[in-house]
């Protein structure tokens, strides 16, 4: 199963530094998923879920 998820980021009210976030982007990304946004104070809007089989 693939699954594919949209996020629109507000880096600054999140307070990152987007090139490092970049630079990291699949540990960010796991972080997010395991710990959850809120816990990391990261804002941001779902914008679109899919997934194929």
Known sequence: MRLVITVDIDVAESGLDEEQMKDNIVSFTRDLLINGAADQGI???????????
């Open 43 to 53: 804002g941001l809007i779902l914008r679109e879920v899919d997934y194929s089989v």
